[in-house]
């Protein structure tokens, strides 16, 4: 495993040297944390469609997930169970309109990952960078577990685990750990963890989760692995997906009405009902759920217990467990929302649930229809410092502290910002679907090819994958 | 699919051009052959290992099959649950002899498959074509279901089922159904069906099938599939490999000793066992068999209700059921071995069944030790039309004829050639392996990593492969 071991020290060194204004080592978190013995293990898979654009390149890395869809290049890297995904990856000739610019692109979009070391991570679609809109890159990067890198080209940074970028380019930053951020750009910033940030020109939100409460649910020390109830809940449910990725073909266990996609590489378990324009994701986890029509389960979403009215959103590592989600309750990334068994937590029609919030209840709750939903809640006093009507927001302009959180700005754009986010999502997904028109990925990943490539079994290149190139 | 039939005509077009003296269609068998449809169902796999050079490319191709070690390329070809197997090729600065020549290899050898259209045949190591070492190519060709193309060039040449080429350039051939073809180069001919034919500049060995009996183990009509016992007995177990290809990674159910090897792509029913240095390789058929010490089940071998003393070989495609093997019994290629369930057929020591034998017992039968054995055999009147024992081979210089057999030359040389691969095939395949010394490829699979590659799902290129890359 000679060549791992040396690839791992030079990315930490790349990393380092980007973020040695404040001295940050990346070493410490990254040189043991996966056992060396494990890359060999796992392995990688890619997704053939002629819906979109293919090219797939990998060299001098170890890569081990899932590539599903458009184009994709790996160099000198190390990949741990990630997903990467880029159906909606900017094509030649689109015309990417930035403020008051129409830039028209002379080449397909590109994942471009280079000598950065990413374990477990979400990586989406196209970047929102008018500098290079071409090129949605990683580079110089160390990213924890389950960190979602969301249209955000980084480079230089090191991102704690279940943190998030947004549509934000981020430069030579510390993104600490289940912080989120979403903004145009940064450089040279330490966001702490547990910090949700959004910011544009017309508002600004933020909120910063209590550390002893962030400590239960997710922690990572110097030298340590991440810990708390967000790993435990990961880690219990491994070995389920271990046994789908284990199959090279496999057929549904469950009826998937008109319009709607399960991925053959989600779990389900239990009692299922999918509605019309479901969109099940790879690695999405089902058990007893039940999707109204037009809903989706992104990547890395959990979904047990509940029921889903109708045209939800569960982002990329949104859980959600003994739940009653409302027509269009939009459950942000990563958020995690865990009701009482013998009395699920109700949120009602339209509620927006910001990315990054935890709700683990203590006693019943139910949540009002139309609320913004934030932070952290036990109980019905919490929700109280938590919660917005989203009414109230729309007719807000100035400032607005309420608990922890503080907004600033329009709160009408901040409300349509959302709602429109929420559309172009659904709309995206095919939730809209009417048999002919505004078909959408859930109709469109119905038929894939899935291959799988291996690591290197034993020997100096141990746990490396050969040069591949993979092209229409 | 359109471009798959596309595809399809040109290769018959081009293989025929070749055959246009005597005019010879190839696409009267190979236009319907496979329903379209198949292609799309079927995947690739191929193997990583240090022990080989690697290097894969696919274009323009359907590729099903698996590809296991060494080298390939695949351009403008059809091919279908083939088994591609490189772990013989020759190697950059090699040194190839041939007659009084000894001729440096400036690179690697690859298999190189052209304008070819292949159905299940197994494709295998090295070529001994003196004129183009570093290639091992196929092209213009078209070849039917589990014919053996045997370190053979073969170029503008149909193949019938069950045949085989062995060590033997092809140029503009037929070679017609279960005939069977070791010489040095054959250019322009038409080698009728059953025809068992070896030639050196020492010996000529021949015989060939009565019609009436080939035709109930293996027949195929102009336009028609290839019917009888052969296809009925692969088809039947079809199933039990498609489950063995479905898992990704899969452990073993057999205690499998030191140095010895048991594919994770072989089939394994019943009781089993497995001695050292035992080598059963990928798409082997195991069902109740005992393989002693140093035996091997090659690619597309099947032993059912069988003990094999040890040091056996059961060359591609050799079949053998309810019989006993002495020590160094050897099976040849093709080879259907059928003994009765309540008085197994019996081999002594150090016999050798001629590729392309057929013994289909109707009565109790023990064939004694040392003895050449070719032809049909169903009862032991036809043992004594159909076998010779080597010592009196081997004292032999003229010729001779035994029913439709027909020898003529150096007896002892035949004896010899025959002895001398015996043994090479035992190096080679680790049968000697001492724990230390004498390693072969029982020792050298042990750790291998399997990819899959799928074809395009659907669309105009349904069947198809995308262009693939595969270096180190």
Not at 22 to 33: E, S
Not at 355 to 361: E, F, G, S
Not at 401 to 416: H, L, P
């Amino acid at each position: 495993m000679e060549y791992l071991e040396k690839l791992i020290d030079r990315i930490i060194d790349r990393v380092n040297v980007n973020l040695r204004k404040p001295a940050f080592d990346a070493g410490i978190y990254i040189r043991h944390i996966i056992p060396l013995e494990q890359f060999s293990r796992f392995y990688a898979f890619y997704a053939l469609t002629l819906h979109h654009p293919l090219h797939f390149h990998f060299t001098h890395s170890s890569v081990a997930g899932s590539y599903f869809l458009g184009k994709c290049i790996v160099d000198h890297s190390v990949l741990y169970k990630n997903d990467v995904r880029g159906d909606e990856l900017k094509a030649r000739g689109d015309i990417f309109k930035f403020e008051n610019l129409e830039i028209p692109l002379h080449d397909d979009e590109v994942i471009q990952i280079r000598d950065s070391f990413l374990i477990m991570n979400l990586i989406h679609n196209h970047s929102h960078d008018p500098e290079r809109p071409e090129e949605f890159f990683i580079q110089n990067t160390a990213s924890m577990h389950h960190a979602n890198i969301h249209g955000s080209p980084v480079e230089g940074s090191f991102l704690g685990p279940f943190s998030t970028i947004d549509f934000t380019m981020v430069h030579d930053c510390v993104i600490g750990t289940y912080a989120y951020v979403q903004t145009d750009e940064i450089s040279h910033r330490f966001i702490e963890a547990g910090q949700v940030w959004l910011n544009s020109n017309l508002f600004d939100f933020s909120y910063r989760f209590p550390e002893e409460t962030l400590k239960r649910y997710i922690h990572l020390e110097p030298g340590g692995k991440p810990t708390g109830i967000f790993m435990d809940f990961a880690e219990r449910r491994k070995d389920d997906f271990q046994r789908v990725f284990e199959m090279v073909q496999s057929g549904s266990a469950v009826p998937v009405p008109q319009g709607a996609s399960l991925s053959r590489y989600a779990v389900v378990k239990g009692k299922i009902e999918i509605g019309e324009n479901v969109l099940v994701a790879q690695r999405a986890y089902l058990e007893n759920a039940c999707l109204g029509k037009g809903s989706n389960a992104q990547e890395n979403s959990y979904i047990l217990n509940s029921r889903l009215e109708g045209h939800n959103i569960g982002a990329h590592g949104a859980k959600v467990i003994d739940a009653r989600l409302g027509e269009k309750v939009f459950v942000g990334f990563n958020s995690f929302l865990r009701g009482m068994r013998e009395s699920k937590l109700g949120i009602g029609a339209g509620s927006i649930v910001m990315p990054h919030t935890i709700i683990h209840l203590e006693e019943p709750l139910e949540i009002p229809e139309r609320q913004l939903i934030w932070g952290f809640i036990g109980n019905r006093r919490d929700l109280e410092q938590n919660s917005l009507s989203l009414d109230r927001l729309a007719s807000l302009t100035g400032k607005l502290e309420i608990g922890s959180m503080r907004f600033e700005g329009s709160g009408s754009a901040f409300v349509e910002a959302f709602t429109t986010r929420i559309e172009h999502i659904l709309e995206a997904n095919g939730a809209y679907f009417d048999g002919v028109k505004n078909r959408g990925h859930a109709q469109q990943v119905r038929n894939i090819s899935f291959n799988t490539i291996q690591p290197y079994p034993e020997g100096a290149l141990k746990g490396l994958y050969p040069t591949i190139d993979i092209r229409p």
